[in-house]
């Protein structure tokens, strides 16, 4: 870092080997105001319900209307992505800070994204003193002089990140999920009040909420189309993803990286990482109430060798809401079957089959007539929808705050997940209090053993 360079500040040497306690000190902070006692994000002390009501927004800022900086953490595709939404989102916007665990990755976006914003270069702003590598990256890039993150790193390390970005009064994009594990959650949940409390945008990255077609359709259940919810089943069936074989120069911690989706501490499994989009669209069309419980049943048909991890490949999810309703989520990540990705709801005067990859949107009577049918614009992409919103309401000085919510939603995923690996029944109390943290004691590049593979009935709820 030079005197050369305006836009970044001092930044802290790189670490060598950040420790399990050092990765989660930035989320403790978001636990030390009053309102949010029982809410740590280390997970040391329980709940004994949800996290305490939310204290009162300060008032609206003032309109933003200077330039904003964007930093950018975690380089995969879906950080290019980000990268590339977020700069369309706002003429007035540069990318000015990159961070990742794995230098070529930072490489590979920076020049995707360089490429797709050519014929506004100036925007992508990125000189090597702000090109940041190693699992202290995230604090390097929030010290760089942003004014908005893009948190699109291993889901494991989203609840550090966000609680750094909101302690430096940062703006976020958050994807999802937001948490693999429940200290992650009330960490969250903490970072999301802070943030509501400093006037800062968060909005997290489900992104069928900002979806056209979702949004009426779903408006449509919320208005009564189908009379009372009966039931929701909701389906994320597909093939599995990427394996990318061990080789000779990567340490046990970078093969894990390199294959971070069949590994349970960094992904929360498919069902927490991928499958969560149905398990959020669940939970919207009853209005975001929670269960009572959760049964989940799950495993491994298919799945062996060393890139497969730990993961399943498959669970079948039953929600328990008050007053008997149930709910139920399936998901499957197997090659070679069929696929699918819809949502059925059923009322008492009707039922709702959505499905945003053919797309359907469709109510119809028991008797099957067709009574609404979404016939609005599709051609609007959900992905920079949901930078649009973010960006427009951070200059209105409203900015948008779903991160309870995103909380809320992925601990939906991380419950049926607790279900499945050990065999119970599990509350939503006993997972918003569970004490079981996957960070690892120690990230380096170096010796990763990897977990054993969940036995129900045999693993312990923790």
């Given at each position: 870092m030079t005197s050369r360079d305006p836009i970044a500040k001092s930044t802290p040497p790189a670490a060598a080997n950040l420790s399990r306690r050092a990765l989660l000190s930035a989320a403790a902070s978001a636990a030390i105001l009053p309102a949010l006692a029982g809410c740590r994000s280390t997970g040391t002390e329980p709940l004994a319900s949800a996290p305490a009501p939310a204290p009162a927004p300060i008032p609206p800022a003032a309109p933003v209307t200077g330039p904003?900086?964007?930093?950018?953490?975690?380089?995969?595709?879906?950080?290019?992505?980000?990268?590339?939404?977020?700069?369309?989102?706002?003429?007035?916007?540069?990318?000015?800070?990159?961070?990742?665990?794995?230098?070529?990755?930072?490489?590979?976006?920076l020049n995707a994204v360089s490429k797709e914003m050519a014929e506004e270069a100036a925007r992508v702003d990125v000189p090597e003193s702000r090109r940041f590598v190693g699992f202290d990256s995230y604090q390097r890039v929030i010290d760089a002089g942003v004014d908005v993150v893009l948190l699109t790193s291993y889901p494991q390390f989203?609840?550090?990140?966000?609680?750094?970005?909101?302690?430096?009064?940062?703006?976020?994009?958050?994807?999802?999920?937001?948490?693999?594990?429940?200290?992650?959650v009330r960490s969250v949940i903490a970072s999301a009040r802070l943030a509501q409390q400093k006037n800062l945008g968060l909005l997290v990255g489900f992104c069928w909420r900002y979806h056209d077609g979702m949004r009426a359709t779903f408006d449509q259940l919320a208005k009564g189309a189908i009379g009372p919810v009966l039931s929701v089943h909701t389906t994320y069936h597909t093939s599995t993803l990427a394996r990318r074989p061990r080789k000779p120069e990567w340490s046990d911690m970078e093969f894990q990286l390199r294959?971070?989706?069949?590994?349970?501490?960094?992904?929360?499994?498919?069902?927490?990482?991928?499958?969560?989009?149905?398990?959020?669209r669940l939970s919207w069309a009853l209005g975001d109430r929670i269960p009572e419980r959760v049964t989940c049943l799950g495993g491994r048909a298919a799945r062996s060798g060393p890139e497969h991890g730990d993961v399943y490949d498959n669970f079948s999810a039953i929600f328990e809401y008050p007053g008997g309703l149930r709910a139920f989520h399936t998901t499957r990540q197997i090659d070679s079957c069929p696929s699918d990705n819809s949502d059925y709801v059923v009322g008492v005067n009707g039922r709702c089959e959505i499905n945003g990859w053919k797309p359907v949107?469709?109510?119809?009577?028991?008797?099957?007539?067709?009574?609404?049918?979404?016939?609005?614009?599709?051609?609007?992409?959900?992905?920079q929808t949901e930078h649009d919103e973010l960006f427009a309401s951070i200059r209105a000085g409203r900015p948008i705050n779903d991160g309870e919510r995103g909380a809320s939603s992925t601990l939906l995923a991380?419950?049926?997940?607790?279900?499945?690996?050990?065999?119970?029944?599990?509350t939503w109390e006993q997972a918003m209090n569970s004490q079981q943290n996957l960070t690892p004691e120690s990230l380096a590049m170096g010796p990763a053993p990897s977990a054993e593979i969940a036995i129900p009935g045999r693993t312990k709820f923790i």
């Open positions: 904003l900086r964007i930093g950018l953490i975690g380089c995969g595709g879906r950080g290019t992505g980000a990268a590339v939404q977020a700069l369309r989102a706002d003429k007035n916007t540069r990318l000015v800070a990159m961070g990742d665990v794995l230098p070529d990755r930072l490489n590979a976006c989203r609840p550090a990140h966000l609680a750094a970005a909101v302690a430096a009064g940062k703006h976020v994009f958050a994807e999802k999920p937001v948490a693999v594990d429940a200290p992650g294959n971070w989706w069949h590994f349970t501490w960094l992904s929360g499994d498919h069902i927490v990482e991928q499958a969560v989009h149905s398990i959020d949107y469709a109510i119809r009577d028991h008797a099957g007539k067709k009574v609404w049918n979404y016939t609005g614009r599709d051609d609007r992409d959900m992905y991380i419950m049926a997940r607790m279900a499945a690996y050990t065999g119970q029944t599990i």
